[in-house]
């Protein structure tokens, strides 16, 4: 089994930054991307940023310029590091992970995190 753990949400104020940190660990034969998305009180779940193995990223307009992702290979881990933060960054944030599984990685499947919560506010 796969496990996704998300660690650095809190209170920020407007203008602040925040580092979000994920480790995927389990039976994991490989993982071709990391990401994170979000979703905000009666909205649905975007993407905010993502990274694959080779390190191609993709960033929601929303976020570009502000945000920074980024992935450690061989510890399994991916950061988002959160700049200039804005009232309208306030939401659940979930890690997410397309692992390669079973023998010899076979197998590819998406596994979620817990979620962590960001709120931006004064």
Same mark, same amino acid.
């Given at each position: 089994?796969?496990?996704?753990?998300?660690?650095?949400?809190? &209170?920020? %104020?407007?203008?602040?930054? @925040?580092? @979000?940190?994920?480790?995927?660990?389990?039976?994991?034969?490989?993982?071709?991307?990391?990401?994170? =998305?979000?979703?905000?009180?009666? +909205? %649905?779940?975007?993407?905010?940023?993502?990274? *694959? +193995?080779?390190?191609? *990223?993709? =960033?929601? $307009? #929303?976020?570009? $310029?502000?945000?920074?992702? #980024?992935?450690?290979?061989? +510890?399994?881990?991916?950061? @988002?590091?959160?700049?200039? &933060? +804005?009232?309208?960054?306030?939401?659940?944030? =979930?890690?997410?992970?397309?692992?390669?599984?079973?023998?010899?990685?076979? %197998?590819?499947? $998406?596994?979620?995190? %817990?979620? *962590?919560? !960001? *709120? !931006?506010?004064?």
């Amino acid at each position: 089994q796969v496990q996704l753990v998300e660690s650095g949400g809190g &209170l920020v %104020q407007p203008g602040g930054s @925040l580092r @979000l940190s994920c480790a995927a660990s389990g039976s994991i034969f490989s993982i071709y991307a990391m990401g994170w =998305y979000r979703q905000a009180p009666g +909205k %649905q779940r975007e993407l905010v940023a993502a990274i *694959t +193995k080779g390190g191609s *990223t993709n =960033y929601a $307009d #929303s976020v570009k $310029d502000r945000f920074t992702i #980024s992935r450690d290979n061989a +510890k399994n881990t991916v950061d @988002l590091q959160m700049n200039s &933060l +804005k009232p309208e960054d306030t939401a659940v944030y =979930y890690c997410h992970a397309e692992v390669l599984t079973g023998v010899a990685g076979r %197998q590819r499947y $998406d596994y979620w995190g %817990q979620g *962590t919560q !960001v *709120t !931006v506010s004064s």
